[in-house]
């Protein structure tokens, strides 16, 4: 059925999420069942772990962890590239089924503090991924530094040098420029390859920097930029091509994390990830280019079996007063006090309301 606003419902394969951290210990219990609440069930599983999964047995165990915790979706695991990473290891775990490596130059985001600060060392490593056919998936900002004119704010601009010199070197080898916040990182990528795409999360597309300044929930790494960045991402998140897609970064803090004097990078977007993404795309006027966007494009690039409805399908329903939770609750630990407050997360646009919201599965 349609109104004068267009469809009222839409029925869509389950999505696919390529970028979403699922923590670990409590956080993990907590929020890895909410993948399907949000209406995924294919998740790109970041690494950046305490410590960081540097070995294809410490992916392999995470990804037992993780479904068991959520039996009805498909986990692709990552390593966290770092001087362990050698070509043989990546031939060990290409063999292991093991999907992409992450980059994250040092210190930039949360637990980076293992990260790169010269990637030509790597180049071995990066030989050996294209040689197995796995995906590069590069955080792509560059390390602040006041020396140098580098500041949050233009980070990701001055790394791009960096993604077209890589693809420069290794023409074959799939790489994901993840979570572009500028127009400038929407460009390059379009100017690259067929080899080269890019992850695009819900909040980037939602915010500008007025949005996170003074607001910490909205805080993440790297921050929402200008209007005319997120007019751009907009527009080619719309516009269907086919090397750009949804990698939700979705980043889960517990609140006192994000409150305290120095907040933690993080935006939390995991079991509201549909409605945010139909509620945008209903915006823009292009709710039919959003299976493109969250399924179609990222599951091509990554090689996977094209969805399909008669596979299990989401239906999402307009709605006025779809309410964002002011927080969740993350699982208590068995030491915790029973006279203490719980921890929570406070999500993405908390409190607010969204137009669409998921009524069905199957």
């Known amino acids: 059925m349609a109104t004068d606003k267009g469809p009222e419902t839409i029925t869509l394969p389950w999505a696919s999420d390529f970028h979403c951290h699922l923590r670990q210990g409590t956080m993990m219990e907590t929020v890895?069942?909410?993948?399907?609440?949000g209406g995924v069930r294919t998740v790109l599983a970041m690494p950046n772990l305490t410590?960081?999964?540097t070995k294809t047995q410490m992916a392999l165990d995470y990804g037992k962890q993780l479904q068991k915790l959520?039996?009805?979706?498909?986990?692709?695991?990552?390593?966290?590239?770092?001087?362990?990473?050698?070509?043989?290891?990546?031939?060990?775990?290409?063999?292991?089924?093991?999907?992409?490596?992450?980059?994250?130059?040092?210190?930039?985001?949360?637990?980076?503090?293992?990260?790169?600060?010269?990637?030509?060392?790597?180049?071995?490593?990066?030989?050996?991924?294209?040689?197995?056919?796995?995906?590069?998936?590069?955080?792509?900002?560059?390390p602040s530094d006041s020396e140098k004119g580098i500041c949050i704010l233009n980070a990701e601009e001055r790394f791009l040098a960096t993604?077209?010199?890589?693809?420069?070197?290794?023409?074959?080898?799939?790489?994901?420029?993840?979570?572009?916040?500028?127009?400038?990182?929407?460009?390059?990528?379009?100017?690259?390859?067929?080899?080269?795409?890019?992850?695009?999360?819900?909040?980037h597309l939602h915010i500008t920097v007025d949005d996170w300044a003074g607001q910490p929930h909205h805080f993440c790494k790297p921050v929402a930029k200008y209007?005319?960045?997120?007019?751009?991402?907009?527009?080619?998140?719309?516009s269907g091509h086919p090397r750009f897609f949804l990698g939700s970064d979705s980043a889960p803090h517990p609140r006192r994390a994000k409150q305290g004097e120095k907040p933690a990078a993080g935006v939390f977007t995991t079991p509201l990830l549909m409605p945010l993404m139909a509620t945008l795309f209903d915006k823009l006027g292009c709710l039919?280019?959003?299976?493109?966007?969250?399924?179609?494009?990222?599951r091509a690039f990554y090689q996977l079996p094209p969805a399909s409805i008669s596979d299990g399908s989401i239906?999402?329903?307009?709605?006025?007063?779809?309410?964002?939770?002011?927080?969740?609750?993350?699982?208590?630990s068995a030491a915790k006090s029973a006279d203490s407050e719980p921890d929570t997360i406070v999500p993405f646009?908390?409190?607010?309301?969204?137009?669409?919201?998921?009524?069905s599965t199957q």
């Open 288 to 298: 039919d280019k959003l299976e493109g966007f969250v399924s179609t494009n990222g």
């Open 349 to 359: 646009m908390a409190g607010t309301k969204l137009s669409w919201s998921i009524t």
């Open 32 to 37: 890895t069942p909410m993948v399907e609440q």
């Open 70 to 142: 959520a039996p009805n979706v498909h986990f692709i695991l990552t390593l966290y590239l770092n001087p362990d990473l050698t070509p043989e290891e990546i031939a060990k775990a290409a063999a292991s089924g093991i999907t992409a490596v992450k980059v994250y130059p040092s210190g930039v985001t949360t637990n980076s503090d293992w990260g790169v600060l010269d990637l030509k060392q790597y180049y071995p490593t990066f030989a050996a991924m294209q040689e197995h056919n796995m995906v590069l998936c590069l955080h792509g900002e560059c």
């Open 51 to 53: 410590p960081p999964l």
């Open 163 to 203: 993604l077209q010199e890589l693809h420069r070197e290794f023409p074959k080898l799939r790489i994901v420029l993840e979570h572009a916040t500028t127009k400038a990182a929407v460009d390059c990528v379009k100017s690259l390859g067929d080899t080269v795409a890019c992850t695009i999360t819900a909040h």
């Open 315 to 332: 239906t999402l329903t307009r709605t006025a007063d779809l309410q964002v939770p002011a927080t969740y609750v993350i699982q208590e």
């Open 227 to 238: 209007p005319t960045d997120r007019d751009a991402l907009r527009e080619i998140a719309v």
